[in-house]
Structures are given as C-alpha cells and as structure tokens.
C-alpha cells in the first residue's frame, strides 16, 4: 500500500539527542564518521550476496531513503548529539525504520549504528526510544522488531534496555560481512508499550 507521508520530514528532539533527515550536506562529516568506524560496524554491517553489486552513492543513498520515507515506507534518520562546543549538533549514528507495513499488519522494522567512540553511554536505546515512540504514536503501529546478531552483545543490551521481547532465532536471515548470518528477533507492540514507557527507558531500567 502506497501513500504519501504527512510528517515527513520528521525532526525528533529528545534534548542532548536530536534524529532529523540525512541530508546531501551531511556527506563529508557522515562519511568521516562512517571512515572512523569501518573495522567497529564491519562485523554486523548489511552487505550484498552478489558480488558485483555496487553501493549507492551517498546522494543516491539520501534521494533513496527520503524518497522511500515520503511514500511512507521507511523513516531514515541520523543521530546527532548536541555538544556545547559545536553550533550544529554532531553526527553520531543513524536509526533507520524500514519495511513499513500497513494494513492489517502495521509493522516495521528498526535498524541502527552508532559511533564507536560513544557508544556504552545510553545513545543507541535514546534514539531507538525515540523513534519507538514516533512509529507508535504518531503512525500509530502496531509493532516493531529489531533483528540483531546473536555476537553483537551491545546491540542485544540495546534491546533488553527497552523491554523487546526475544522470539528467537532466525536462521541466515541477512547477508552480513560477507555471509549470511542468523539474527536473534526481539519484539515489541503498541500495547506492550505504554508499561515500558521507552522514552523514560533510563528511570524503568
């Protein structure tokens, strides 16, 4: 089902945490970023099973995303933190929520990155609260997962801290690294939601 998508773009502020839309001007301190992180990110990083495929560029990978958001169908944002020395909030990761599902189903699903340098700090669950709480309340979803490799402990403690229910493995679910990789899904629907609170994730942990 296609149809277009009255809030985007979508800024959420969750205070020292800000998710807005990548844009074409982000390139240079994203592609820092992501330089400074490669040999981090490289064990759980989505790759292609055909050998010859090439990646986008970054402005095809912006023109893509937002255009997939505008039908409604994805939520690409990057995570910046506001820090007292910068103007602008810095780049520190991305959330991105895909496969969109309307319907009868009204699901997504929620994949996310952050930056080596920060992470152990609260910033992946600040974002992924964020935008937990946007799919819930302002689409009004029903539920969403987050796929995760069952060695990528950090990303597991990520979803643990937000109340996602574990429903097992799925075998060779993703080409990661290289291979095809089993992922561990976790799960979590609108009405489990509100006992969890997640943007308050910090106070129930």
């Not at 700090?121 to 979803?141: H, Q, R, S, Y």
């Not at 075998?171 to 939601?193: P, V």
């Amino acid at each position: 089902m296609s149809r277009a998508a009255p809030w985007w773009p979508a800024v959420l502020d969750g205070g020292d945490v800000l998710l807005r839309p990548l844009r074409r001007s982000d390139q240079a301190e994203w592609t820092a970023v992501r330089r400074r992180n490669h040999d981090w990110l490289k064990p759980w990083e989505a790759t292609l099973p055909n050998p010859d495929g090439r990646l986008p560029s970054f402005s095809q990978m912006v023109r893509s995303l937002n255009g997939q958001a505008r039908l409604a169908q994805a939520l690409p944002w990057v995570v910046c933190v506001r820090e007292p020395t910068r103007r602008e909030p810095a780049i520190a990761g991305q959330v991105t929520v895909s496969g969109i599902t309307w319907g009868s189903a009204l699901g997504a699903s929620i994949g996310y990155w952050v930056d080596g340098a920060r992470a152990g700090n609260g910033l992946a669950p600040d974002a992924v609260a964020l935008a937990a709480d946007f799919c819930f309340g302002t689409l009004g979803l029903h539920r969403l997962e987050i796929n995760i490799r069952p060695e990528n402990a950090p990303s597991l403690r990520v979803a643990e801290k937000l109340g996602f229910r574990n429903e097992g493995v799925r075998e060779r679910f993703l080409h990661i690294d290289g291979a095809w990789a089993d992922h561990r899904t976790f799960a979590l629907t609108a009405s489990e939601e509100p006992a969890r609170h997640l943007r308050g994730w910090r106070e129930n942990a």
